[in-house]
């Protein structure tokens, strides 16, 4: 059984194939890592080339259509595409032209008995739900779920494809105000909630991540409602999921919503100065305090007053 394996974003897509070279290996199979417009993003494993007369980055309706074409140069029951918005876009146009199940947002994946089964956090990350479908399925899987796949680079194949005109013409190109972050590989976060009084004290919050070598994020209030940060750091069930080795919570009261993007953080440590916040209950360490008091004592603690 042949694994096939898409993600615009090559670090994921890196992390799917070794999803994909896992499941492939039991069946001896193997997994393939398609690529548009002809470009080798990936330096590792087997690859599917996809050669079309249109530019297919960019129009999820065209990439479903070739991915869907390259299934038929492989017996891919499985096709794992990446939890991005272009991936869940991929991945209906897909399901709907080879009439495929999806299995949203899974990892921990397995085939057995004709059926393809995996795990996906529900009631805000509190309990996981197995969920499964029968083969042929797609699975779509968020980043961080797997280490990216670090073999050699294999064969590459090339697929001509043939797709309908675009349904999406680009009228003017222009460079995205979004900073390149991207805080699921961050491995130290320190993230800013609505205890901060105002835009301008992010700035001891940005030292304190620059003092611990990592990124500042935040809770959804300061990215989406008061706009004091880009949505790209809103963390939590509607933002990004991260797992990094230290998060800092500073002025973070810790509702379900946000808990469930940083219940895979290796060490919690929270500053908060009510002692009964719900974060300190998925904290290691906590500090009961102010934060205009707390994060100054920690800079000069590191040697960053
Ligand atoms: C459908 C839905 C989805 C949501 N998705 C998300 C999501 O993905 N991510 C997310 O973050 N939220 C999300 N929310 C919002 C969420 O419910 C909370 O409202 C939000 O997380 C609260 O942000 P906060 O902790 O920064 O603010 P608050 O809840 O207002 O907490 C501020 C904290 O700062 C403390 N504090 C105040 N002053 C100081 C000080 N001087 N020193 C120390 N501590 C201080 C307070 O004690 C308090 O605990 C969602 C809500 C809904 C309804």
């Known amino acids: ?27 001896g199979g193997r997994a393939y890592s398609v690529e548009a417009d002809s470009v080798r993003q990936g330096t590792h494993g087997n690859a599917l080339l996809l050669r079309s007369e249109v530019p297919l980055l960019g129009d999820p309706a065209l990439l479903a259509e070739a991915i869907s074409a390259a299934r038929k140069t492989k017996v891919a029951p499985v096709v794992l595409i990446g939890s991005t918005k272009t991936g869940r876009m991929v991945a209906g146009g ?4 080879d009439q495929l199940c999806v299995l949203s947002d899974v990892r921990d994946l397995r085939v057995d008995g004709g059926r393809l089964t995996g795990t996906r956090g ?30 050699p680079s294999g064969p590459v194949e090339e697929v001509r494809v043939t797709t309908g005109p675009p ?15 991207d805080l699921r590989g961050a491995k130290v976060i320190v993230a800013a909630g609505r205890g901060l009084k105002a835009k301008e004290d ?6 304190l991540a620059d ?27 509607t933002g990004v999921y991260v797992h990094p080795d230290l998060y800092v919570a500073v002025g973070i009261s810790g509702q379900i919503q946000h ?47």
């Not at 897909?94 to 032209?97: R, T, Y």
């Open 211 to 237: 003092a611990l070598g990592g990124v500042i994020g935040a809770s959804r209030p300061l990215s989406s409602d008061l706009g004091w940060l880009g949505e790209e750091y809103h963390i939590g069930l």
């Open 259 to 305: 808990v469930a993007g940083i219940r895979d953080s290796k060490v919690i440590v929270a500053i908060n100065r009510d002692k009964q916040a719900p974060i300190f209950q998925v904290s290691d360490y906590g500090v009961v305090g102010d934060l205009y008091e707390v994060v100054p004592a920690l800079l000069r603690a590191l040697g960053r007053p």
């Open 1 to 27: 059984m042949d694994v096939l394996v898409f993600s615009e974003n090559p670090h994921l897509a890196a992390e799917l194939l070794s999803a994909g070279a896992g499941l492939a290996a039991a069946s």
């Open 167 to 181: 349904k999406v013409s680009r009228e003017e190109l222009r460079s995205s105000a979004k900073s390149s972050l």
């Open 122 to 151: 529900v009631y805000a990350g509190k309990f996981n739900a197995l969920v499964g479908g029968p083969l042929p399925s797609i699975a779509l899987i968020p980043q961080g779920s797997y280490e990216p796949f670090s073999e």
């Open 94 to 97: 897909l399901a709907v032209l």
């Open 202 to 207: 992010l700035a001891i919050v940005q030292r």
